[in-house]
């Protein structure tokens, strides 16, 4: 299949989920195009807000809309990590009893980890290995995860009561972090009514695992310009206060500034962002759209920027209204990228 026909494809198939999702979500259309970006590229996303506005809803719709197999982890104070991975139990068999690996529910493919934010920093990490490697390891022993393997976590603001804040590790494994607000008095009164009335509208079945994985494959085709991957450097190193052209605020609120991995989850979000206006290659803009959520979970504020209250926003606002896509004298780029 022609490179054209693949990116028509990867549209429709983009357009259908968005569609499906619609059914059941109201409103919230900048989060469905950012979940499923995530998916296509590859990685995982954190979806931030207060209880009851349908992240839940989201992540089980999308998982409705594709033939992969969906499992919902409920995080909980006294939730253990052998309730995430799975444990070694004695099972009876033939030759007697013996040791049998039981799996736990993170051998999905679409995994809600919910409230994740819930559970303690121990139990939290146990979703590292899984995330990074697409594995897990029990015992000495390798257990592969089926592909594509896509977590989709949901956690409450940090100031509401019993939540501990996410090790900064497993933050950085999150390839966007999208925040979910309040809907507006329309989608308000919408989501009254579909939510009081029978259901009428099933689901429909959109792709299929070995599809999903040729599209993410689609997304990492395409081209990105030399300037452009530049521009990517320069934002990344301008939100480390250590760097000498790091801006002022940066200098004055952050404490840590984004690893590789926010170059990556720029390159790849504005790749899809490409494909679906119909280009086969990244421009600035679409950079620029990816700033936010590929990089507010990656700035580790200082105490004065904590004491102050400062958004990570406002300082990735701030960074992109002073970085020049110009290509600078010397064009550093983070390792990895």
Same mark, same amino acid.
């Given at each position: 299949m022609r490179a054209e026909e693949r990116a028509e494809r990867f549209r429709q198939v983009f357009t259908a989920l968005t569609r499906e999702i619609r059914k059941a979500v109201v409103g919230h259309d900048e989060?469905?195009?950012?979940?499923? +970006?995530?998916?296509?590229?590859?990685?995982?996303?954190?979806?931030?807000?207060?209880?009851?506005?349908?992240?839940?809803?989201?992540?089980? +719709?999308?998982?409705?809309g594709l033939d992969l197999?969906?499992? $919902?982890? !409920? *995080?909980?104070?006294?939730?253990? =990590?052998?309730?995430?991975i799975g444990t070694n139990i004695v099972v009876e068999s033939p030759g007697g009893r013996q040791f049998g690996f039981q799996r736990g529910p993170i051998f999905g493919q679409i995994v809600l980890a919910d409230e994740v934010n819930r559970a303690t920093p121990k139990t939290q990490s146990a979703l590292l290995e899984a995330m990074q490697e697409l594995s897990v390891?029990?015992?000495?022993?390798?257990? =592969?995860?089926?592909?594509? *393997?896509?977590?989709?976590?949901?956690?409450?603001?940090?100031?509401?009561?019993? +939540?501990?804040?996410?090790?900064?590790?497993?933050?950085? $494994?999150?390839?966007?972090?999208? $925040?979910? !607000?309040? =809907?507006?008095?329309a989608d308000l009164a919408k989501i009254i009514e579909r939510t009081t009335q029978p259901?009428?509208?099933?689901?429909?079945?959109?792709?299929?695992?070995?599809?999903?994985?040729a599209l993410k494959e689609l997304v990492?085709?395409?081209?990105?310009?030399?300037?452009?991957?530049?521009?990517?450097?320069?934002?990344?190193?301008? +939100?480390?206060?250590?760097?000498?052209?790091?801006?002022?605020?940066? $200098?004055r609120f952050v404490r840590y500034g984004s690893s590789p991995r926010g170059a990556q989850a720029l390159v790849l979000g504005a790749k899809v962002r490409a494909l679906l206006d119909g280009r086969f290659n990244v421009g600035f803009d679409d950079i620029r759209a990816m700033a936010l959520p590929s990089l507010?979970?990656?700035?580790?504020?200082?105490?004065?920027g904590e004491a102050e209250g400062v958004d990570p926003d406002r300082i990735l606002e701030d960074l992109l209204a002073r970085v020049s896509t110009a290509p600078p004298k010397t064009a550093l780029l983070p390792e990895g990228l």
């Open positions: 989060i469905v195009r950012g979940v499923l +970006t995530c998916l296509f590229c590859g990685g995982h996303t954190l979806l931030e807000g207060v209880p009851g506005l349908g992240k839940t809803l989201l992540v089980k +719709t999308l998982a409705e197999h969906f499992s $919902r982890i !409920q *995080f909980t104070p006294d939730l253990m =990590p052998a309730d995430i390891t029990v015992g000495g022993i390798h257990h =592969p995860l089926e592909r594509p *393997f896509f977590v989709l976590a949901t956690q409450n603001p940090i100031e509401m009561e019993g +939540t501990y804040p996410l090790p900064e590790a497993q933050l950085d $494994r999150f390839l966007l972090k999208l $925040r979910v !607000q309040y =809907p507006s008095a259901v009428v509208d099933p689901i429909q079945k959109v792709a299929a695992g070995l599809e999903v994985e990492r085709e395409v081209p990105v310009p030399q300037p452009v991957k530049e521009y990517v450097s320069q934002l990344v190193l301008s +939100t480390r206060p250590e760097w000498d052209g790091a801006p002022e605020m940066v $200098r507010r979970h990656r700035l580790i504020l200082s105490f004065e």
